[in-house]
Nanobody, 117 residues
Framework: QVQLVESGGGLVQAGGSLRLSCAPAGSIGSIVRVGWYREAPGKQREFVAY???????IYEDSVKGRFAISRDNANNTVFLQMNNLTPEDTAIYYC???????????WGQGTQVTVSS
């Protein structure tokens, strides 16, 4: 099993920055990639970015050039640096790990990001 704990959300003005953290615990060696997703009020949860064990990264088009996902290999924490935030980025942000073992994926509890105009 893998447990994920997110932190770093908050309230920021448009144009500001936040850095989210996702700290995994448990069967860390089974993790093949860690991603961030977000769920805005009244909308479906959507993909934001992920980083693989080999440090390959993929981003959703609307965050390219503004968000950066990275890993701290020393403690396995994954970060999402979010710059030039807009009100459209307001959502609950969730961390998700894909693993090689059952149950193959694990979600964190979410952290709220609110961007005011």
């Amino acid at each position: 099993q893998v447990q994920l704990v997110e932190s770093g959300g908050g309230l920021v003005q448009a144009g500001g920055s936040l850095r989210l953290s996702c700290a995994p615990a448990g069967s860390i060696g089974s993790i093949v990639r860690v991603g961030w997703y977000r769920e805005a009020p009244g909308k479906q949860r959507e993909f934001v970015a992920y980083v693989t064990r080999g440090n390959n990264t993929i981003y959703e088009d609307s965050v390219k050039g503004r968000f950066a996902i990275s890993r701290d290999n020393a403690n396995n924490t994954v970060f999402l640096q979010m710059n030039n935030l807009t009100p459209e980025d307001t959502a609950i942000y969730y961390c998700k790990a894909n693993m090689m073992i059952r149950p193959y994926e694990s979600w964190g509890q979410g952290t709220q990001v609110t961007v005011s105009s």
